[in-house]
């Protein structure tokens, strides 16, 4: 019988995939078309986009933008399309843009709240990016480049220009050379965004400054003797005593002796997203912390402190935020003294910030909760107080476990500034769009305004969302 055996000499080339199991015919089996049902709800789907893009499409490519009414937009598109063709008249946003941004904010004076929406981002830069120089050099250089842009087309002062140049080029060596310097900024961002856009004396946030150093100081002092806890609180009471007794009249007299300030500005003038920011950013920052508080006041062991935060938190989460805006506004008055001066726009951000602690305190209870009970062990193994413990092992794992919640609450905080329109403020998407539309020359106009200060909330949105996909995929630690 012969050997039929046959032993290969050399190695067979390499062949390309079927066609079906590579590029772009691949994708669309396996994403598409990957079974009957699928096929047909991407027919349906193709189908439907198909109908909206050839509805608006034409809709879009016939914009106006240079137009003094909407009847001057109209004739254009007529004249360049047809009579029977519509078209965008983005003529609006050209021409009342300033108003949708600044609200009624003194035009001559728009230079203060770019410059506070330029320095914001960078004082958040450490705070997203903190000790890595390349991301925070990209996004400070970045946000100086453009603020420049903006103060020089709003500000024609040259001695302005020059110093707020050197400014920015200062943070931005800062974020090359030392990126955690930046943390500076961060701290008393605050202070110095409130008197960019409200104006007034400079003494007047230095004295609110002096009230924290005096805070951090008695703590300090006390903590080694009466524990975090009472420290904190002899520290808040001397600050206290410090800003309601002695602050006024010691700015008073450094305000006669070197008088420094800016034209004040009052928050009735404050409107469009120069206000959503404003109420959104400030309620953002002061709510995470409070939140972080309520949660470990849930979880306490002392009955007092549990029964007023599972109070506090039950309470507020069952009363709808229209409701809350509306005591802000209204009834709050009732409850001050007579003749008390007491701003709007800071009710407003004091009641939406408790509001929002009330949920971010449930999200993150819900990262505590996650945690296993060995992380404790550990802690208390390792000799570490209640507070030591919190900071250094269970608040940080429980945080990251709760990013995916605590965005969402933001992103929604952020959504829900626009309820303010419903208690006289001038928020971007009813107030301002009402006064604009409410013009002669613009009456009839609808879709513009809405898209252009839609696409503004979903961009800051969307921003959100990416950050902190971007976040957890940089503390994910399993599976590596």
């Known amino acids: ?40 709800l991407t027919l349906i789907g193709l189908t439907v986009v198909f109908l909206l893009v050839q509805a608006a499409l034409p809709w879009l490519l016939n914009s106006v933008w240079t137009a003094n009414s909407l009847k001057e937009c109209r004739e254009i598109v007529w004249a360049s399309a047809g009579p029977e063709a519509t078209g965008a008249c983005w003529a609006l946003i050209r021409e009342r843009w300033h108003q949708f941004l600044f609200g009624f904010y003194p035009a001559d004076l728009y230079w203060r709240p770019v410059l506070a929406l330029g320095l914001l981002l960078i004082a958040l830069a450490p705070v997203l990016y903190y000790g890595l120089r390349k991301p925070n050099v990209v996004l400070v250089g970045t946000v100086a480049a453009l ?51 409200y104006g007034g004396s400079l003494w007047g946030p230095v004295g609110v400054a002096m009230g924290f150093v005096l805070l951090a100081v008695v703590y300090r002092a006390t903590k080694p003797l009466l524990g975090v806890v009472v420290a ?23 305000q006669g002796t070197m008088p420094l300030g800016m034209t004040d500005v009052g928050s009735d003038e404050f409107g469009g997203f120069l206000l959503a920011f404003v109420i959104g950013v400030t309620s953002i920052g002061a709510s995470l912390p409070i939140g972080i508080l309520l949660a470990l006041g849930r979880q306490s062991d002392m009955l007092l402190i549990k029964t007023l935060c599972v109070g506090f938190i039950e309470f507020v989460r069952g009363v709808p935020l229209i409701t809350v805006l509306f005591t802000a506004t209204l009834l709050l008055g009732y409850f ?58 269970v608040m940080p794992q429980a945080l990251k476990v709760s990013i995916p919640g605590i965005v969402s609450t933001f992103i929604g905080l952020f959504k829900d500034t626009t309820l303010v329109a419903f208690v006289g403020l001038m928020d971007p998407l009813k107030g301002v769009t009402t006064i604009v539309r409410a013009d002669t020359a613009w009456k009839g106009i609808y879709w513009e305004p809405y898209i252009f200060v839609g696409a503004i909330f979903f961009a800051v949105c969307f921003g959100m969302s990416r950050y902190s996909m971007y976040l957890e995929q940089k503390l994910k630690t399993d599976h590596r």
């Open 232 to 254: 904190t609180g002899a520290g808040t009471l001397a600050a206290a005593i410090w800003w309601l007794s002695v602050q006024t009249s010691v700015t008073t007299a450094l």
């Open 1 to 40: 019988m012969p050997d039929t055996a046959f032993v290969r000499s050399e190695i067979l080339p390499q062949q390309a995939p079927p066609l079906t199991e590579r590029g772009a015919v691949k994708w669309l089996r396996e994403n598409l078309f990957s079974s009957p049902f699928n096929a047909i």
């Open 147 to 197: 603020t420049m842009i903006a103060l020089a087309l709003l500000d024609h002062n040259p001695t302005h220009l020059v110093l707020f140049a050197l400014i920015l080029i200062g943070l931005t060596a800062t974020a090359w050379i030392a990126p955690k310097k930046l943390v500076v900024l961060t701290v008393l961002y605050p202070l110095l965004g409130f008197w960019l856009l």
């Open 336 to 393: 001050l003294p007579p003749q008390t001066n007491f701003d709007v726009v800071l009710r407003v951000i004091i009641l939406v910030t408790f509001f929002s602690a009330a949920y971010l305190a449930e999200v993150i209870r819900g990262g505590l909760a996650a945690l296993p009970k060995g992380q404790y062990e550990a802690a208390d193994a390792l000799g570490l107080d209640y507070w030591q413990a919190q900071r250094l092992i």
